[in-house]
């Protein structure tokens, strides 16, 4: 008696709970972290890395293979030391890349340093790298201010 009581002094209606779960809150967080993940990756450029000048830790070779990459993509190559050989420029990297092993069967006994503008792309230095370690030269360092 005492429930039917209590169920006239609210008005007769029972009272039901919701059984679902409100996402658009979630919705809402996640479109935020989507925008977000979306605008950061453009505000940098991973593949153009400002290079830091270094102390010089050991003395460059006498006789040495220069492969200079300048920021706007220009490339040469040239002879450094007792057979030198003025610098050649490339107007792209296959013919950097002939012209290094038509060098390096001259002289296959030189090593190759690559000189790389701060400005330049870090993707050209390494594509390079791998180049000269595909022909076989062991020797290919970095040459730095």
Same mark, same amino acid.
Do not use: C, W
């Given at each position: 008696?005492?429930?039917?009581?209590?169920?006239?002094?609210?008005?007769?209606?029972?009272?039901?709970?919701? =059984?679902? #779960?409100?996402?658009? *809150?979630?919705?809402?967080?996640?479109?935020?972290?989507?925008?977000?993940?979306?605008?950061? *990756? =453009?505000?940098?450029? *991973?593949?153009?890395?400002?290079? /830091?000048?270094? &102390? !010089?830790?050991?003395? *460059? /070779?006498?006789?040495?293979? +220069?492969? @200079?990459?300048?920021?706007?993509?220009?490339?040469? #190559?040239? @002879? !450094?030391?007792?057979? &030198?050989?003025? %610098? &050649?420029?490339?107007?792209?990297?296959?013919?950097?890349?002939? !012209?290094?092993?038509?060098?390096?069967?001259?002289? %296959?006994?030189? %090593?190759?340093? #690559?000189?790389?503008?701060? &400005? =330049?792309?870090?993707?050209? @230095?390494? +594509?390079?790298?791998?180049?000269?370690? !595909?022909?076989?030269?062991?020797?290919?360092?970095?040459?730095?201010?």
């Amino acid at each position: 008696m005492a429930s039917s009581f209590s169920s006239s002094m609210r008005g007769g209606r029972g009272r039901k709970f919701k =059984s679902e #779960i409100n996402v658009v *809150p979630y919705i809402d967080v996640m479109l935020v972290l989507l925008i977000i993940f979306m605008v950061m *990756p =453009s505000a940098n450029d *991973p593949s153009v890395v400002d290079l /830091p000048s270094a &102390e !010089k830790s050991t003395k *460059p /070779p006498s006789d040495y293979v +220069q492969v @200079v990459i300048k920021p706007n993509g220009a490339l040469s #190559i040239g @002879v !450094k030391g007792k057979g &030198e050989e003025a %610098p &050649e420029t490339a107007p792209n990297r296959d013919a950097l890349v002939k !012209k290094l092993r038509a060098i390096h069967g001259d002289h %296959p006994d030189y %090593p190759v340093l #690559i000189a790389g503008d701060k &400005e =330049s792309k870090y993707d050209d @230095v390494i +594509q390079l790298i791998s180049e000269a370690k !595909k022909m076989g030269i062991n020797r290919v360092g970095l040459s730095t201010k």
